[in-house]
């Protein structure tokens, strides 16, 4: 019986290994020469790590993609979990809006990201007057912001509906007969039994946000000026059209790290403050 | 054990273009083709050269960002055997990583103007000597103008920088705007930065500059004022307008000037501008010179699968009455040794072909890794000229560094 158990495990070790880990391993070692992603190459140990550390322009990155990320990820929960408290009232076309309300999930970034582009280039200069605020080197990040954000929050609402499903009716009964009101029943009782789902969504948002490269390529392809290059952004930029594959690639290492270091830190501090029934 | 790989074989088979196919039907010709532009024209001689050769299938590739693209592929191992690219920094990194063939020892090079074919052999090959590329059609970067418009309020093509700033200064106290400028797409800065970097500063900058002897920040203040200075007679939207609503805007009228290469014309003639395209060169100093590049070059690489094929695709379409017939299409000019354009928008930068008052592209120098495109994005927005000049000049320093 249990070598069934590793038969069914292996096909998908197997692709994960071959087509991931693989990969990887290649990176590492590219990340160690100068290899420019065609043609010889040579090792040349940490140089590329070392001169990682002195280039502003990544540091420019950083900063850029930790504010960008940390303001959506506040942004799409906050909004995510407004909506689906609403969706998962007894309200009218209930079943209607939870779907219209996941649409843009299946919509593909790149193609959102165009048609907020022509709003903000043109619908919206039309009605309030102005320019592209995406022309704007200080407010380029907010039409990201909430193109991510309205993009993100589908998912995330997904999520918390089946979180408040989780909550018995009973519970909420015996806090209505206590005398508890609306707030004090989502704070002490609503909120903290669906605070594993709040984990997983802060997580994953955090995570994705950090990633962020669809949005960027479609809406100001990380301009104006430098202004809106996130680090993936800068990896891809650098490494394919600026010919420095493995001088990113080694940076594409230094940031996986930070974002595996990010998300446990998170993860500790969320899952201790989950209750349990 | 042995299940896991057959769907792995099937991926390969379905990722392989020629899995399942016999080798009765003959040679396929894999051609990487980078410019979106220029598809339909290269499918039409693709088509003739099938009917010459029966035993030879070409399939064109078209993608849009090729540079980005061609790396990619090249980081898989995977050259394609016919190639077109722009003759631009990534075919000189290509060429001297030794991507491409040598063409030096081969008869198909001899009907290329000598002097083009230098501007593409300087942007690097394998080793002195080689011939790692052909020129197949050459642009040319000035001011594109709106003949009637110019007519209209008799302004006569400036040819001394005084004379394009009273041209500009006319228009605008006219109400019309001089310049329709397209900067969400940071590139469209290029085409005047380059016809401006080509005249002002030393002819030896690059050299110097690679040497450690000279600065963007000593030689490049005039270039950078006067591309200030131009780029604040365009209109208010600038910023967020793109290069196809520029091509649109300028063929419907919408300014006297726009500053693009000649490689911008076939676009704007697509939407049938009711007046006639004139074009001159930038004076940016004197005597004026004219910046072309190799808009097109063809190349192979260096072990195609099939050489004798793909040898025979790149002598058919280096023939003069291949070249010619493109050129015509696209409103460029074939670079063969009497390069000469009939088409009537570029009549009047015949001239310096002929005289070979020809420079390349000085951003060709620049490496791609700068970013300069982004960088004068950001200066045209917030006009800090010392800002810029030691931005570049510290990415300079830091790229150099890199590569040592």
């Known amino acids: ?277 | 054990m042995r299940r896991p790989y057959l769907p792995l074989a099937l991926v390969a088979c379905l990722l392989a273009p020629a899995c399942g196919q016999g080798s009765d039907r003959g040679v396929t010709l894999d051609f990487f083709q980078f410019k979106p532009e220029a598809t339909a024209a290269f499918d039409t001689i693709i088509k003739s050269f099938e009917a010459e050769h029966p035993g030879i299938r070409v399939v064109q590739n078209h993608v849009p960002n090729a540079e980005a693209a061609i790396r990619t592929r090249l980081v898989k191992g995977d050259v394609p055997d016919v190639m077109t690219l722009n003759g631009a920094s990534v075919f000189g990194e290509l060429a001297s990583a030794g991507v491409f063939r040598d063409f030096s020892k081969e008869r198909v090079k001899d009907v290329v103007s000598p002097s083009i074919q230098r501007i593409l052999n300087d942007l690097g090959t394998r080793a002195p000597g080689e011939v790692n590329g052909l020129p197949f059609a050459s642009n040319a970067g000035g001011v594109i103008y709106n003949k009637d418009l110019f007519a209209r309020h008799g302004v006569r093509p400036p040819s001394t920088w005084q004379e394009l700033v009273a041209a500009a200064e006319k228009f605008k106290a006219a109400g019309v705007t001089p310049f329709y400028l397209t900067l969400k797409d940071a590139w469209t800065a290029l085409p005047a930065f380059n016809a401006l970097a080509a005249s002002i500063p030393p002819q030896d900058f690059f050299a110097q500059r690679r040497a450690g002897k000279v600065t963007f920040a000593q030689a490049y203040q005039d270039v950078m004022a006067k591309l200030g200075q131009l780029f604040q007679y365009g209109q208010a939207d600038r910023f967020s307008r793109g290069y196809d609503e520029g091509n649109r805007a300028f063929a419907e009228g919408k300014s006297a000037m726009y500053l693009q290469g000649s490689f911008a014309i076939p676009a704007i003639r697509e939407i049938k501008p009711a007046f006639e395209i004139g074009t001159f060169a930038l004076p940016a100093a004197e005597p004026p010179k004219l910046v072309s590049g190799v808009d097109v070059a063809v190349t192979m690489a260096r072990e195609p699968a099939h050489p004798k094929e793909a040898m025979a695709f790149v002598e058919y379409l280096m023939r003069p009455e291949v070249m010619r017939a493109y050129a015509k299409e696209q409103v460029a000019v074939p670079p063969l040794k009497e390069a000469r354009s009939e088409d009537p928008a570029l009549q009047e930068l015949m001239p310096y072909f002929e005289k070979g008052s020809l420079i390349g592209y000085p951003d060709h120098h620049i490496p791609l890794t700068i970013q300069l495109a982004p960088l004068l994005q950001q200066y045209l927005i917030d006009g800090d000229q010392q800002g810029f000049l030691r931005e570049i000049d510290s990415e300079w320093d830091k790229a150099m560094e890199r590569r040592s």
């Open chain 1, 1 to 277: 019986m249990s070598r069934a158990f590793y038969w069914m495990v292996l096909p998908a070790f197997v692709l994960f290994f071959v087509f991931h880990t693989v990969p990887v391993l290649q990176g590492v070692y590219y990340s160690l020469t100068n290899y420019p992603g065609y043609g010889e190459h040579a090792v040349i140990g940490l140089r590329n790590y070392v001169n990682l550390f002195k280039d502003d322009r990544i540091l420019d990155a950083y900063l850029f993609t930790f504010k960008f990320a940390i303001v959506a990820t506040v942004l799409t929960n906050v909004i995510a979990l407004a909506i689906a408290i609403g969706l998962n009232a007894r309200i009218r076309f209930r079943t209607a809006l939870r779907g219209v309300f996941f649409i843009p999930n299946v919509l593909a970034i790149l193609i959102v990201g165009y048609i907020f582009n022509y709003l903000f280039a043109n619908s919206i200069p039309a009605i309030f007057g102005g320019t592209s605020i995406l022309a704007n080197p200080e407010l380029a990040w907010v039409g990201i912001v909430i193109v991510a954000v309205w993009q993100a929050a589908a998912f995330a609402i997904i999520i918390y509906l089946a979180g408040l499903q989780t909550i018995p009716e009973d519970l909420l009964e015996a806090a209505m007969i206590d005398g508890a009101g609306a707030w004090r029943r989502f704070v002490s009782v609503v909120f903290p039994l669906i605070a594993p789902f709040f984990t997983v969504n802060m997580v994953l948002s955090l995570k994705n946000f950090l990633q962020v490269f669809d949005h960027i390529v479609a809406l100001t392809n990380g301009g104006p000026g430098t202004a809106t290059t996130s680090v993936s952004l800068l990896i891809y930029t650098g490494g394919f059209q600026g010919g420095e594959y493995a001088y990113q690639t080694a940076n594409a290492i230094v940031y996986f790290i930070v974002i595996v270091l990010v998300s446990i830190f998170q993860l500790r501090i969320l899952q201790r403050r989950e209750a349990s029934l």
